[in-house]
């Protein structure tokens, strides 16, 4: 499984962007999907996550009510709707993929397999 995200830039703080993530190759056992970030010295955590159903979802304490994960419904692509983005949320997003007809989400890194390329994030105060 191959992922590609996009959607990255350059925004002032309290504005929006969404990011994008198209993942290709063996999907037919299915893909629960997720965000991570990474800023400059700090640990990359997993931020947002979407069970392969969709129905379920997960965030970190620092995005909830701002941040938005959501999936298609053909499972081969994820979205990250941000809002009210602050300087803090600076940072390199991955996206990331766990095969399997998962109907929970979890922010645990252990279980995702696949790692996209990152698209990096700048937030200006």
């Known amino acids: 499984v191959q992922l590609q995200a996009s959607g990255g830039g350059l925004v002032q703080a309290g504005k929006s962007l969404r990011l994008s993530c198209t993942a290709s190759g063996r999907l037919d056992r299915g893909l629960a999907m997720g965000w991570a970030r990474q800023a400059p010295g700090k640990e990359r955590d997993i931020v947002a996550a979407?069970?392969?159903?969709?129905?379920?979802?997960d965030y970190a304490d620092s995005v909830k009510g701002r941040f938005t994960i959501s999936k298609n419904s053909a499972g081969n692509a994820a979205y990250l709707q941000m809002n009210d983005l602050k300087p803090e949320d600076t940072a390199v997003y991955y996206c990331?993929?766990?095969?399997?007809?998962?109907?929970?989400?979890?922010?645990?890194?252990?279980?995702?397999?696949?790692w996209g390329q990152g698209t990096q994030v700048t937030v200006q105060g």
């Open positions: 979407i069970a392969w159903s969709g129905g379920k979802t």
């Open positions: 990331i993929g766990r095969s399997g007809l998962h109907y929970s989400a979890t922010r645990e890194s252990r279980y995702y397999e696949y």
